[in-house]
């Protein structure tokens, strides 16, 4: 079998060359798993890496969240992401005009050297993928954007007919690599994949082993059936990072999701 066999539609529609590298590693290393490395130390960050690497295709960051984030061992954390075969993902949810976005991606932090993909809010216009682009553009290199299409918090105010106006807008843009969905809900998934079509990604947060509630409104759906509904990853934090044992954990988390892929 290869990459093409197992994600089939999704493979052959794919424009862009960053969702043909996530399928190739996710069909490499079987798993859809995009790690939320939430964590608020580079030792922690390094250490979660180091356990989970083998069983996740994607590294989600929060880079504003570390207390000691500094320069050199970002480039060291990063590089030793890519020695793992793992797409970055900065999940800055970037909101504002394009110019200010395409400026954001630099600063202290200098995303737009290190990132593969970012999110972002489509609340202030379409500009806002111009921007980030711009920024990458620039720096010389490639990236893509997941737009919030959905979200898994309770009380969101990310109606239908906003997740339509956002799918409508994101659909055929290039720079544009997919949709951020609901992990929570089945049902919604399946909607936003018939919005959708074939060709861009739909990546899922809130999917947790243990459904339900989770802290401060986050809700959670299970990862098989995430899957099984269209998505294409399932990004888990707490799930892994708070367990026991991260590595069997992220292990569990694969299997499901390959399983559904299979299945799928
Ligand atoms: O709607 C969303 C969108 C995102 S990107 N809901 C989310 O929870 N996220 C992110 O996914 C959130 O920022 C966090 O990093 C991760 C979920 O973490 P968990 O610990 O609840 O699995």
């Known amino acids: 079998m290869e990459a093409s066999d197992a994600w089939k539609m999704r493979w052959h529609a794919a424009t862009l060359p960053a969702a043909k590298s996530y399928m ?38 929060h880079v504003d969240l570390v207390d000691d984030w500094n320069k050199e061992e970002w480039g060291r954390f990063c590089e ?67 737009l919030l299409a959905q979200m898994s918090s309770r009380g969101n105010l990310l109606d239908e007919a906003y997740t339509e106006t956002v799918v409508k807008a994101g659909k055929n843009h290039p720079g544009v690599f ?22 861009k990604m739909i990546w899922t947060p809130g999917v947790n082993i243990a459904t339900g509630d989770g802290e401060m409104g986050q809700r959670y759906g299970d990862p098989y059936e995430a899957v099984l509904s269209g998505s294409d990853c399932i990004i888990v934090g707490s799930g892994i990072h708070n367990s026991e044992n991260p590595a069997d954990a992220a292990a569990a988390y694969a299997r499901a999701s390959w399983k559904a892929l299979m299945e799928r």
Not at 45 to 59: Q, R, S
Not at 178 to 199: A, Q, T
Request: neutral net charge.
């Open 80 to 146: 030793r992401a890519k020695e793992m075969n793992l797409l970055i993902f900065e999940d800055r949810k970037f909101a504002d005009i394009g110019k200010i976005s395409q400026k954001q991606m630099g600063g202290i932090y200098n995303i737009q050297q290190w990132s593969d993909l970012v999110t972002a809010h489509m609340i202030s216009g379409p500009d806002v993928v111009d921007g980030v682009q711009t920024a990458w553009a620039k720096a010389s290199r490639t990236g893509g954007v997941l």
């Open 178 to 199: 997919g949709f951020i969905g609901n992990g929570s809900l089945p049902d919604s998934i399946r909607h936003l994949r018939k919005m959708v079509g074939e060709e």
């Open 24 to 61: 190739e590693v996710a069909f490499e290393k079987k798993t859809l798993v995009c790690l939320a490395a939430d964590k608020y130390t580079m030792a922690e960050l390094f250490d979660l890496l180091e356990a989970v690497g083998p069983h996740i295709a994607a590294l989600k960051t």
